[in-house]
T-cell receptor, first 112, second 114 residues
């Protein structure tokens, strides 16, 4: 199955850009997802990218995919304190199932 | 309505108790999922129901028993649990079975086993 690795923590100042990185092992993953989990809450899909794309932009979010290096990143422009949360990278689409396999999550802390 | 509702939000139970977690969605989704999340860990898939039939059981111990009474409801029956089963249990649903597209998550039921 898919194995997904992320750095555990990231701390930024409000207004700066945040970049959260992820590496995955299974090159046959069709979908790569970014989910956000706020304290005491479930997970919320932020965005996803198909494996045949290099980049996807959605308002303040930019996803970059490097298939050769199996590296995925999420950039959040103009980071706000409300962006403080855990961000999970996930891969899906191997073996006929698109059910996401989650990484350990990166805890983003935004300082005023 | 884009919500997945889970009850109870918190549950404390002894190792000899029998309890149930409940999950409900009214989005017409045909797949529903149970995930287990330990502190500072990613969610781990437990069960998947597709069209009200159990399609995936990720080798979960039999002390966890899922049930899907209809397309809107998903239960997780708990019996003879161990303290290491204490975790956040997340329910999710998706329009299509197989997880294609977005999974909608509930806020979870936080379980403590004494």
């Amino acid at each position: 199955g898919e194995d997904v690795e992320q750095s555990l923590f990231l701390s930024v100042r409000e207004g700066d850009s945040s970049v959260i990185n992820c590496t995955y092992t299974d090159s046959s993953s069709t979908y790569l997802y970014w989910y956000k989990q706020e304290p005491g809450a479930g997970l919320q899909l932020l965005t996803y990218i198909f494996s045949n794309m290099d980049m996807k932009q959605d308002q303040r979010l930019t996803v970059l995919l490097n298939k050769k290096d199996k590296h995925l990143s999420l950039r959040i422009a103009d980071t706000q304190t409300g962006d403080s949360a855990i961000y999970f990278c996930a891969g899906g689409g191997t073996g006929g199932s698109y059910i996401p396999t989650f990484g350990r999550g990166t805890s983003l802390i935004v300082h005023p | 309505d884009t919500e997945v509702t889970q009850t109870p939000k918190h549950l404390v139970m002894g190792m000899t108790n029998k309890k149930s977690l409940k999950c409900e969605q009214h989005m017409g989704h045909r797949a529903m999922y149970w995930y287990k999340q330990k502190a500072k860990k990613p969610p781990e898939l437990m069960f998947v129901y597709s069209y009200e039939k159990l399609s995936i059981n990720e080798s979960v111990p039999s002390r966890f028993s899922p049930e899907c009474p209809n397309s809107s409801l998903l239960n997780l029956h708990l019996h003879a649990l161990q303290p290491e089963d204490s975790a956040l249990y997340l329910c999710a649903s998706s329009h299509q079975p197989g997880g294609a597209g977005e999974l909608f998550f509930g806020e979870g039921s936080r379980l403590t086993v004494l």
